[in-house]
């Protein structure tokens, strides 16, 4: 009888060793998707726009399903930007604080639920110290949609309340054309007023801007005070899509794909060049002046198999830079047809 039990114990403390070993490996699977393991806002001031996106990548090669995304305190909330992710697809986890209903320190999670490839359950720690005495209004330096060249101006209001000498000493911008300037607009009584005035210089390229600029104060306690700037730099003519894709092609059989071309207000083309000497392109040229062309693109491939490509120029009426675009296919070996 002893025989048997000590048997079974040792058949049960196998048992519990897989099962731990296998929860534990089903998590790290999951985490190595991650790029942090913690999320930690330092101090930020009451009002402001604290967000964070936490990165995550399918480094493996069957789709990854989130099937939930939740936090701990009713301080954070985070939503994914997308909810399954192919292989190798990049996503986020946007985390977001209410600075406005709560203060000081606060430490929640976000956890994140995975169900497929296999399940999982991410717990990441959020930590962040909510200023009472620093307010932004608006809570960031939102430029939304520019036009390209234009360049743009913001302001931000930051009010204080505490100390009588209490000064910003400098701002810190990562942006090259991103630059900023703190003006006082009053001292009294504790109660210290700023105007921050930001500007996003002409030449700003192409693309999204999403960062942080520093505000260092003569604080000891509290010596930075961040920022959270937006925008998004916008060609007044956009093209879709900026890749053309003609995917696989038979040498000599027509195949056609269209490209439109978006402006903020009327324009014409007034002509369109490929980089090669293949002509193999046919282009129905647009005769109008209108704020969307739709380019049907004709390719009779020639007879060289492989991987093809092809560059576009089109210049526009009145404007300077030309619309660049390429176009990618690959053309098929007629011996194996």
Request: hydrophobic residues 40%; neutral net charge.
């Amino acid at each position: 009888m002893l025989i048997k039990s000590s048997f079974r114990f040792g058949i049960l403390s196998l048992f519990l060793f897989v099962v731990s070993t296998s929860a534990s490996y089903g998590q790290e699977w999951a985490q190595k998707m991650f790029d942090k393991d913690k999320i930690d806002f330092g101090v930020i001031a009451r009002g402001s726009d604290a967000q964070f996106r936490l990165k995550i990548k399918n480094i493996y090669k069957d789709p990854v399903h989130i099937s939930n995304v939740r936090t701990t305190c009713g301080c954070s909330a985070a939503e994914p930007s997308k909810s399954i992710l192919e292989s190798g697809e990049e996503g986020y986890i946007q985390v977001t604080m209410d600075t406005k209903r709560f203060q000081r320190r606060k430490d929640s999670n976000v956890i994140v639920t995975i169900d497929a490839p296999q399940y999982a359950e991410i717990r990441i720690p959020i930590t962040a110290y909510i200023r009472t005495d620093v307010v932004f209004t608006p809570g960031a330096a939102n430029f939304g949609s520019l036009e390209v060249g234009k360049g743009a101006e913001t302001t931000v209001a930051l009010a204080y309340a505490g100390r009588e000498d209490w000064a910003i000493t400098g701002i810190e911008t990562k942006n090259s054309s991103l630059t900023a300037k703190a003006i006082e607009t009053s001292r009294a009584g504790g109660r210290v007023n700023y105007n921050l005035v930001l500007t996003l210089a002409p030449g700003t390229p192409l693309g999204p801007i999403r960062e942080q600029i520093m505000m260092s104060t003569n604080d000891v306690n509290f010596k930075t005070v961040p920022l959270l700037v937006e925008a998004k730099v916008e060609s007044d003519i956009t093209i879709t899509p900026q890749v053309v894709s003609l995917g696989m092609m038979v040498p000599g059989q027509e195949k056609t794909v269209n490209v439109v071309l978006r402006g903020k207000k009327p324009f014409e083309i007034n002509k369109i060049e490929c980089e090669s000497d293949d002509e193999a392109f046919k282009i129905r040229m647009p005769k109008a002046s209108q704020p969307i062309h739709v380019l049907p693109l004709t390719i009779t491939p020639p007879n060289k198999p492989g991987d093809y490509s092809e560059e576009f120029t089109v210049t526009i009426a009145g404007r300077g830079e030309p619309i660049v675009f390429k176009a990618f296919g690959k053309i098929s070996d007629t011996k194996t047809n």
